[in-house]
């Protein structure tokens, strides 16, 4: 069984940064994204890395303020949020998939975590 575990989230002012972690219990999928789901809303792509080569992808809301990273010794992925508004409030969700290129359709991956939350106040 795959495990992913987010951590990092939590309450911050507008203009602050936060950054989140996804722990793999086993390195199975060749690329990793980062999704979020405000209340009343669908999930949406965030942003997706390769485990091999580092290629990535951002949605067009995060670019210049969010980067996304990894580190395969320890099968981690990270996603440093500068600059944060309010509307990037949600729960973050990190996702495994077998594609090797960073995705942002959320049928392309496989696993999931079980999500934490960031608020970001105005």
């Known amino acids: 069984q795959v495990q992913l575990v987010e951590s990092g989230g939590g309450l911050v002012q507008a203009g602050g940064s936060l950054r989140l972690s996804c722990a793999s219990s086993r390195r199975t999928f060749s690329s990793m994204g980062w999704f979020r789901q405000a209340p009343g809303k669908e999930r949406e792509f965030v942003a997706a890395?390769?485990?091999?080569?580092?290629?990535?992808l951002y949605a067009d809301s995060v670019k210049g303020r969010f980067t996304i990273s990894r580190d395969n010794a320890k099968k981690t992925v990270y996603l440093q949020m500068n600059s944060l508004k309010p509307e990037d409030t949600a729960v973050y969700y990190c996702?495994?998939?077998?594609?090797?290129?960073?995705?942002?359709?959320?049928?392309?991956?496989?696993?999931w975590g079980q999500g934490t939350q960031v608020t970001v106040s105005s």
């Open positions: 890395i390769t485990w091999s080569g580092g290629r990535t």
């Open positions: 996702a495994g998939a077998t594609a090797a290129w960073p995705s942002p359709s959320r049928n392309n991956y496989n696993y």
